[in-house]
């Protein structure tokens, strides 16, 4: 399984779930409404830069638009890599936590 930190899976997931409109603003909205934490811009890209170099997302450029003054959107979508990167640590978190719930939690 390729390791992520924390972040990288919070992010990798958050561009699984905003799905073809994964791009800067709709990740970030995505990450804070999953887990109420605000990332900045800054924080967000290099999250993604580091995703891109383990092969989990790729990046393709959008059209030009006026909102942007005549930029193109970065979109983001997840890699097979990255899709069974997402499926090993679903299947990790729940052989980790098998025998675990937030009542088991409270005995310690």
Same mark, same amino acid.
């Given at each position: 399984? +390729?390791?992520?930190?924390?972040?990288?899976?919070?992010?990798?997931?958050?561009?699984?779930?905003?799905?073809?409109?994964?791009?800067?603003?709709?990740?970030?909205?995505?990450?804070?409404?999953?887990?109420?934490?605000?990332?900045?811009?800054?924080?967000?890209?290099?999250?993604?830069? +580091?995703?891109?170099?383990?092969?989990?997302? +790729?990046?393709?450029?959008?059209?030009?638009?006026?909102?942007?003054?005549?930029?193109?959107?970065?979109?983001?979508?997840?890699?097979?890599?990255?899709?069974?990167?997402?499926?090993?640590?679903?299947?990790?978190?729940? +052989?980790?936590?098998?025998?675990?719930?937030?009542?088991?939690?409270?005995?310690?």
């Amino acid at each position: 399984m +390729q390791e992520l930190s924390k972040a990288e899976e919070i992010t990798l997931l958050a561009v699984w779930r905003a799905g073809e409109n994964a791009y800067g603003v709709s990740i970030r909205d995505q990450i804070l409404n999953d887990t109420g934490k605000e990332y900045t811009y800054g924080t967000l890209y290099g999250f993604l830069r +580091q995703l891109a170099s383990k092969g989990l997302v +790729q990046k393709r450029m959008g059209e030009v638009t006026p909102e942007k003054g005549g930029r193109r959107k970065a979109y983001f979508d997840l890699t097979d890599t990255g899709r069974s990167t997402l499926k090993e640590a679903i299947r990790f978190h729940r +052989q980790v936590w098998k025998d675990l719930d937030e009542l088991s939690l409270d005995r310690i």
